[in-house]
């Protein structure tokens, strides 16, 4: 008798989804679907709207990544204008791009996943949050609030506002760094390196209890992309694309992101609202492929700042070609934390960021723009087509989450394979299906936050509609 | 450390929603005390936790969805006993008092959520009628909570 097995929601993680789960008449997991259950409809309803608007009302997509959202759009903007934007301008941007990196990794790894880690999969849902973290470890717990609150007070001390702020505009940014507030980052960067190297030295000795995780959470040959800079760096704000096999081998390189249309496709699925874009050279769906922290450090040949290199030749040792399991992400999302506050030291040291010029104006010149950076989660396009009034006729976003929709598919259905065997169901069981989607961190709405409102309730049925088994959480 | 810290919370594209944010507004462009920290979110979440163990007196005021339009409510907070099971980046005021006390080991002597009732929550940048009359009775409740002595509520 077959069985389906749904978990509604999917919770820890940004946005809507559930999954489902169907079981042969043996018990054993046949298929699995993510399902992502909402609808945003930004693409068309910034139809008529003159271009300079877009970072603003773009950026609104999310409210835990919208710098990756407004630097995106600010980039087609400028494409459309046709214009390079200040040296000073560059750097505060990349400035804010990596601080938004941090904050947004110190929230996936230390409020949404170390309560996995800390108390473990199997733990009391009621205690396995912040909340118990705060209570085994309040160091852990203070670390990551203090991250956090690193990475969003250099986004207000540069834009204004820790969240959707308005300072990146088309040719540059609206306001130079005073020496003040320069000075006033750097002299806390120390601390907040010495908060990343503590936590990587904890969640290395930790992968010891979590060996069936790592081999069984996405962990599977596939293709990695994303942005490389002419230096052989992970690209943030800039580079050019490149793929890369399982292998670690480069499958294509030096890409145009504007070209995206010529080596991207974009299949449709009945069950979800989320698109699957695949690598069209090898079709829908073999040309899977990951996007985000596990993809950056496997596509490139060093990182680029002193200690990320040390953790960044550690990490890549894991394996001897490409990093595979996705439960890695989590310990590339902290290097990406190092590497980027070591950045950050790099631009704010640099004489040129305090620089007065920071913008420049010029009118349309281009009717079409494509900007392109790597969010947190994994590489950001946004394209947009005007008119000769500057009025948006079409807009594409693709959004770094979808990139890993065919694999976080494939993912839950390795995991539940795994561990949903029998027909009682266990909450761990279940937890651990939810943790492959987790450890993507996917952002899905991006700006809607209602997970931990909205009961768990996970039913398994028979073919016949009856309930065989069913758990809940919440009320 | 502040003597008093006013946490608003809302959203001031819908509608009452925002009324913590005018609020707050008005109150920053009326209060000059170097001592008191006025902050607006469009959430509360666990960042705040550290300035709360470092003030004396906490004010959360946010809409309420439950109380008639333009009621206003003014309620002692204690840290909650047992913090929400589900729990992202999205916290009560109570539980912030909880997560201040277990991970910075105080929280401020006195500690209150003020909120109104609110009439609509549509997609707007405008308070209903209610609740803007409301807002003169919130800022002078403050007024008097900022202006009383130091003590723990009884």
């Known amino acids: 008798m077959s069985k389906t097995i749904t978990i509604d929601p999917v919770t820890r993680i940004e946005g809507h989804s559930k999954i489902t789960l169907q079981l042969n008449d043996r018990g054993e997991v046949t298929e699995a679907y993510f399902h992502v259950t909402q609808f945003r409809g930004f693409e068309k309803f910034c139809v008529g709207r003159p271009f300079y608007e877009m970072p603003y009302l773009m950026e609104r997509i999310c409210g835990i990544c919208p710098v990756s959202h407004l630097l995106a759009s600010a980039k087609a903007c400028d494409g459309l204008l046709a214009m390079k934007v200040p040296p000073a301008a560059g750097k505060l941007r990349r400035i804010l791009e990596l601080a938004q990196l941090i904050q947004s990794h110190a929230l996936s790894f230390y409020y949404l996943s170390s309560p996995d880690f800390l108390l473990g999969m199997d733990a009391d849902p009621s205690e396995r949050n912040l909340f118990g973290v705060a209570k085994k470890s309040p160091e852990l717990a203070r670390d990551g609030i203090r991250l956090r609150q690193f990475g969003q007070q250099i986004i207000e001390t540069l834009a204004g506002k820790r969240i959707h702020p308005g300072w990146v505009v088309p040719g540059g940014v609206n306001e130079p760094l005073s020496v003040e507030k320069r000075d006033k980052l750097l002299k806390q960067i120390p601390e907040a390196i010495a908060i990343a190297q503590r936590t990587l030295a904890w969640f290395k000795i930790e992968f010891e209890n979590f060996r069936e995780e790592i081999r069984t959470f996405a962990n599977f040959p596939s293709l990695f992309m994303g942005l490389v800079t002419v230096d052989e760096r992970a690209g943030f704000y800039e580079g050019k694309i490149r793929f890369t096999d399982s292998l670690g081998n480069i499958v294509e390189d030096k890409l145009e992101p504007a070209d995206y249309p010529e080596y991207l496709g974009e299949a449709v699925e009945p069950f979800t609202f989320m698109k699957f874009p695949y690598y069209k050279p090898l079709g829908y769906p073999n040309g899977m492929y990951r996007v985000g922290p596990l993809a950056r450090l496997n596509l490139v040949d060093n990182c680029g700042t002193p200690l990320a290199q040390q953790e960044w030749v550690e990490f890549r040792a894991l394996e001897r070609s490409a990093v595979q399991s996705s439960f890695h992400y989590h310990y590339a999302r902290l290097i990406e934390i190092l590497f980027a506050l070591e950045h950050i030291e790099e631009y704010l040291l640099d004489p040129v960021i305090t620089q007065s010029h920071a913008r420049y104006t010029a009118s349309l010149n281009n009717l079409e723009g494509v900007g392109c950076c790597e969010a947190p989660r994994g590489t950001l396009i946004h394209h947009y087509r005007v008119d000769e009034q500057g009025l948006i006729t079409w807009a594409n976003l693709i959004i770094a989450t979808g990139h890993n929709n065919l694999a976080m598919n494939r993912g839950i259905l390795q995991a539940a394979r795994h561990f949903v065997r029998s027909e009682k169901l266990t909450e761990g069981m279940l937890n651990r299906v939810e943790a492959v989607i987790r450890a993507f961190d996917p952002c899905l709405s991006c700006s809607t936050h209602a997970d931990g409102r909205m009961p768990l309730w996970i039913r398994l049925l028979s073919s016949e509609g009856k309930v065989v088994d069913e758990i809940r959480r919440g009320p | ?154």
Request: glycine residues 6%; negative net charge.
């Open chain 2, 1 to 154: 450390m502040s003597r008093a810290l006013i946490l608003a919370c809302g959203n001031t594209l819908r509608g009452d929603d925002g009324v913590g944010l005018y609020v707050a507004n008005s109150l920053a462009d009326e209060l000059r005390d170097p001592e008191i920290t006025i902050q607006c979110d469009h959430q509360w979440t666990p960042e705040l936790a550290e300035p709360i163990s470092e003030a004396e007196l906490v004010i959360f005021v946010d809409a309420s969805a439950s109380l008639p339009p333009g009621e206003i409510a003014c309620q002692p907070l204690q840290p909650a006993p047992n913090p929400p099971a589900q729990f992202t980046h999205q916290t009560s005021p109570s539980a912030l008092l909880s997560l201040a006390a277990e991970l910075y080991g105080h929280i401020p002597a006195r500690s209150y959520l003020l909120t109104v009732g609110g009439k609509s929550f549509d997609l707007l940048e405008e308070l209903s009628e209610p609740v803007r009359q409301a807002v003169p009775a919130v800022l002078q409740r403050i007024r008097e909570l900022l202006s009383r002595p130091q003590r723990p509520e009884s």
